[in-house]
């Protein structure tokens, strides 16, 4: 038996690092930045993300015919798969040598942007660029209560 999951996935975040990098020039002083920069980081993981199929093998030695006794979910580490669909396999060596996989739907796994944008304001923090433009846009402090908590630690 199979658990197909679906997952979001970025190879290079740095990818997205530079796109939102580009933009920070952009920041005015009657923008919100936490929420500007959580969009430009969203906009950039939607165009570089990958979405890969990941399958989680489940080893049972089961002899029952699908049509006697259908399997409509797997219950496996505390969860439960909707049935997707069977699978034969057929050894090429061996054509009578064949056997049925049970896939399950494991759904989607969607990319936690969260820890992305904290990473990056992280980055931010310690960054001169954006210094400067702190410095030259909001030259009392951030007006945003939200920015002020995050920004001015």
């Not at 798969?81 to 759904?107: C, E, M, Q, W």
């Amino acid at each position: 038996m199979y658990i197909s999951t679906e997952k979001e996935i970025i190879k290079d975040k740095n990818l997205i690092f530079n796109d939102v990098k580009k933009k920070i020039n952009k920041l005015d002083s009657g923008m919100i930045v936490h929420t500007s920069i959580s969009n430009w980081i969203r906009e950039s993981f939607n165009k570089h993300k990958q979405v890969v199929q990941d399958e989680k093998t489940v080893l049972v030695d089961l002899n029952l015919p699908r049509n006697q006794f259908p399997i409509d979910e797997l219950e496996y580490e505390g969860k439960i798969y909707p049935f997707s669909k069977t699978r034969l396999s057929v050894n090429n060596a061996h054509s009578d040598d064949a056997f049925i996989t049970y896939l399950f739907d494991g759904g989607k796994e969607e990319f936690d942007l969260n820890r992305l944008v904290d990473e990056y304001i992280e980055i931010l923090k310690k960054d001169e660029v954006f210094a400067a433009i702190k410095k030259t846009k909001w030259p009392k402090g951030f007006t945003n209560k939200g920015d002020k908590e995050i920004f001015e630690e």
